[in-house]
């Protein structure tokens, strides 16, 4: 029995036998991918992560500089998560950002990802964030439909964030 077992196994043992080959695959995805390859490069990531406790992956993504270019993209796609506040049609960009920062997030949780993480500048990336700091001015009883929904979309980025710096303070 115990099919999940099993299949975790195996990709542990594919992952063994043509990982680098892989992973570059699935960084350079995660970095410059099409935004539905880009959620899903950063999701199998974020399950290799999980299994990564020797952390081979971790040492492989910081010294090719995949980690670096995973935190500039924070940066890069700053105007894109600001524009996606408003526009009603730009969900593409909240999902790679929810999916990057659920993959940082898991980094965090160990002291190798968490000093990783630091090391790369992950803090300069997030106060260079100007997407942060882009938060609806919306009064308490807002009824109107809009506000809801950019209040909504502001949660959707700000929450990763804020969920993010929480694990790299524990």
Same mark, same amino acid.
């Given at each position: 029995?115990?099919?999940?077992?099993?299949?975790?196994?195996?990709?542990?043992?594919?992952?063994?036998?043509?990982?680098?080959?892989?992973?570059?695959?699935?960084?350079?995805?995660?970095?410059?991918?099409?935004?539905?390859?880009? !959620? @899903? +490069?950063?999701?199998?990531?974020? =399950?290799?992560?999980?299994? /990564? %406790?020797?952390?081979?992956?971790?040492?492989?993504?910081?010294?090719?500089?995949?980690?670096?270019?995973?935190?500039?993209?924070?940066?890069?796609?700053?105007?894109?998560?600001?524009?996606?506040?408003?526009?009603?049609?730009?969900?593409?960009?909240?999902?790679?950002?929810?999916?990057?920062?659920?993959?940082?997030? !898991? @980094? +965090?949780?160990?002291?190798?990802? =968490?000093?990783?993480?630091? /090391? %790369?500048?992950?803090?300069?990336?997030?106060?260079?964030?100007?997407?942060?700091?882009?938060?609806?001015?919306?009064?308490?009883?807002?009824?109107?439909?809009?506000?809801?929904?950019?209040?909504?979309?502001?949660?959707?980025?700000?929450?990763?964030?804020?969920?993010?710096?929480?694990?790299?303070?524990?």
């Amino acid at each position: 029995g115990g099919g999940a077992g099993n299949t975790g196994q195996s990709a542990t043992r594919i992952l063994r036998k043509y990982g680098t080959s892989i992973m570059r695959i699935i960084c350079q995805d995660a970095i410059d991918g099409h935004h539905v390859t880009r !959620t @899903l +490069a950063f999701t199998l990531l974020d =399950a290799i992560m999980r299994r /990564d %406790n020797d952390r081979t992956w971790l040492q492989f993504m910081s010294n090719k500089g995949y980690l670096k270019h995973i935190l500039a993209s924070i940066e890069l796609e700053d105007g894109a998560l600001i524009q996606s506040l408003t526009s009603t049609q730009q969900y593409a960009h909240f999902y790679v950002h929810e999916s990057r920062l659920a993959m940082l997030n !898991t @980094l +965090a949780r160990s002291r190798q990802g =968490a000093r990783a993480l630091l /090391d %790369n500048g992950l803090i300069m990336k997030l106060s260079l964030a100007k997407f942060i700091s882009s938060r609806p001015n919306i009064q308490v009883s807002a009824t109107d439909a809009g506000d809801k929904a950019r209040q909504h979309r502001y949660r959707l980025l700000i929450f990763p964030v804020l969920r993010l710096i929480n694990t790299l303070q524990t």
